[in-house]
């Protein structure tokens, strides 16, 4: 049974930063597809940062704030920058060997001042 659990989340102001970790119980080499979405109040989710094959890619919000990265086997993790009001959601880490097959229960992310 593959469990994700993500961490980091809290409160910040405009213009912090935050790093969230997602951690596994296996180990992430396995997985193809690794993602981070997010979900604001009475917004879908939505795509934040992915690495698909050795691949990443960003949504046109955060690109040059954020950065997805591997750390190691068993931990990814999203460096969030320069926080915006807007980038208050839940943050979901996802996975899989090609779909994200696996989630996480999301860790809360909220910015104000």
């Known amino acids: 049974q593959v469990q994700l659990v993500e961490s980091g989340g809290g409160l910040v102001q405009p213009g912090g930063s935050l790093r969230l970790s997602c951690a596994t119980s296996?180990?992430?080499?396995?997985?193809?597809?690794i993602g981070w979405f997010r979900q604001a109040p009475e917004n879908e989710r939505e795509l934040v940062a992915s690495?698909?094959?050795?691949?990443t890619t960003y949504a046109d919000s955060v690109k040059g704030r954020f950065h997805l990265s591997r750390d190691n086997e068993n931990t990814v993790t999203l460096q969030m920058n320069s926080l915006k009001t807007e980038d208050t959601a839940v943050y979901y880490c996802?996975?899989?060997?090609?779909?994200?097959?696996?989630w996480g229960r999301g860790t809360l992310v909220t910015v104000s001042s």
């Open positions: 996802a996975a899989g060997r090609y779909e994200m097959d696996y």
């Open positions: 296996g180990s992430f080499l396995k997985f193809n597809s």
């Open positions: 690495l698909v094959f050795g691949h």
